[in-house]
């Protein structure tokens, strides 16, 4: 199946979660999750319609977006933030969904560049307590949510998580619903979010149900991730 055939399947997922959800068409935006795919594979699904592209390695978001200046693209960060790599994030993405520490806040609001306009902002939120994972914990949440949206460089717009794999559909609704409730908690308290990035490939129905208006595919739309090959070895050390 080519990536054009794929981005429909996947784009008839989200609309029939919407409606078994009883939401609107439209309320979900589908981000193309393009880690270790070429740049030619994101140019077919540009040239698809796809507008919102993922990207979790700095190094290879770099390289794609200059194949790709020409393209339209709104690029989304969604990889773990080193302090090191804030300045380079905050001048080339319009969107960071991976921001669980406040020195990394603090940072990319430091850093981005005045005319860009202010940085659209995800906290993470490690919602099964995973050793793996990134992300601040929800007690943590009201705390950063408080101090990040006084930066004025960084646009808070609301919450990101990756659950851990369940295998049916009522537990993995679960991690969900506590995003949900978390979320709903900070608009109660005043906070203007809009944004609930959840669901990925496996799981964007149940993610939809729960609320999401933003799910980030990759496998569906591009098939399996590139694994790079490592550099071969120096035939001279062996
Ligand atoms: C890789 C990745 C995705 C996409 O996962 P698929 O299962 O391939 O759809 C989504 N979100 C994050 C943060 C990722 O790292």
Redesign the pocket.
Known sequence: MTISQRLKQVRSRIHHAEQTAGRPAGSVCL?A?S?TQPPAAVAAAYRAGQRHF?E?YLQEAIAKQRCLSNYRVTWHF??PVQSNKTQIIASRFSWV??VGRMKIARRLNQQRPFDLGPLNICLQINIDGEESKSGMSIEQLPELADEISSLPNLRLRGL?A?PAIREDTPSASAPFRKMRNAFHNLVTKGYCLDTLSMG???D?EVAITEGSTIV???????GP?RISQPAPADPNTV
Do not use: Y
């Open positions: 981000m999750v880690k993922g979790n969604i990889g969904h991976s990101m990756i990925m490939s496996n964007l980030r595919i990759g496998t569906s739309i591009f991730r």
